[in-house]
């Protein structure tokens, strides 16, 4: 059965997506620890991110790079954290997180909550920052 990031990735579900290319794909955590967390995802389903591929592992990061340098244009952040769970959803991502400090990126804090036009002005403003 497919994974809800390849609903995500095929447009059967929606979601605030900030860039794809024909490998990756990254949208808004609609569970999100901070206004612009991002998750950056390969289009290929595979549960498990060290599980990848070399080249497609390495290329995600590259990808990651892009975006994470266009939220930390447009997000008022000191840093912007990377974290990989996988606990919940079984297809491989990297979380972006914009930071302050150490607590804007527990995972136990409970999520923030945005209106759906709030997460479309903030996936509109990390988009455009694209280079
Ligand atoms: P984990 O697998 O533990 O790294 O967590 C999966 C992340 O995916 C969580 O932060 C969820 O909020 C997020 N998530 C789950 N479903 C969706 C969805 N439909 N759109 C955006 N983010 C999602």
Redesign the pocket.
């Known amino acids: 059965m497919a994974t809800?990031f390849s609903k995500?990735i095929a447009g059967e579900?929606p979601?605030y997506r900030i860039h794809e290319d024909d490998r990756y794909y990254a949208?808004?955590?609609?569970?999100p620890l901070a206004e612009g967390h991002t998750?950056v995802i390969p289009k290929v389903e595979t549960d498990y991110l060290f599980d990848l591929e070399d080249d497609l592992l390495a290329d995600m990061m590259v990808f990651a790079k892009k975006v994470a340098l266009a939220i930390d244009q447009t997000m008022a952040c000191k840093r912007v954290g990377v974290a990989?769970?996988?606990?919940?959803?079984p297809h491989a991502?990297i979380?972006l997180i914009p930071i302050n400090n150490l607590h804007d990126i527990e995972f136990s804090r409970p999520?923030l909550k945005f209106s759906d036009k709030e997460f479309r002005v903030t996936a509109e403003k990390i988009s455009a920052a694209m280079k």
Do not use: C, T, Y
């Not at 949208?27 to 569970?31: A, K, M, T």
């Not at 990989?84 to 959803?89: M, S």
């Open positions: 809800i995500i579900i979601s949208f808004l955590d609609i569970n998750l990989v769970l996988g606990l919940e959803v991502h979380h999520k």
